[in-house]
């Protein structure tokens, strides 16, 4: 298996680990408000249930945000090379070793750590549509690209 593919699967998962906790939250939070009983303070009653169903809501929205990651996943063709950045490209740069996908934080492969970004994140910005020896400022720092595959 390729690096881009076992970078692939590891987004993937973190997708669907993110999902299963959501799905749990809100399950909980239906069990939680079904089971509250009608106390005498009335208005306590009301305040439990409306709570929990802003954690439902909140937790319904967060579902909505990991189907759009899903989205942008399905687009990325983990066999596909490219010279240039692009979703799906694995970056070296001088500051450290990127994945262009989703923002899935700090994945490990072997020995090596990649960090899973968008391109709408503030560094996926500056490297998107770039090339090997491209180099920017980023935080006050000089990053160099040295390698997109």
């Known amino acids: 298996m390729t690096l881009k593919q076992q970078l692939y699967l590891l987004c993937g998962e973190y997708i669907t680990s993110r999902e299963a906790e959501i799905k749990k939250v809100i399950a909980e939070a239906r069990e939680a408000a079904a089971n509250e009983t ?8 009301e305040t439990g249930r409306e709570t929990m169903q802003q954690e439902i809501d909140l937790n319904i929205t967060r579902l909505n945000e990991l189907g759009k990651l899903k ?12 010279g240039t950045v692009t979703p799906g490209s694995v970056v070296r740069t001088s500051n450290g070793n ?17 960090y899973a970004i968008s391109l709408e ?29």
């Open 71 to 82: 989205q942008t996943m399905e687009r990325i063709i983990p066999e596909q090379t490219s």
């Open 38 to 45: 009608k106390s005498s303070a009335g208005d306590k009653y």
């Open 98 to 114: 990127y994945y262009i996908a989703i923002g899935a934080g700090k994945l490990k492969v072997g020995d090596n750590i990649y």
């Open 121 to 149: 994140s503030p560094i996926g910005e500056k490297l998107a549509g770039q090339k090997a020896g491209y180099t920017f400022e980023f935080n006050n720092r000089k990053i160099a690209i040295e390698n997109v595959v």
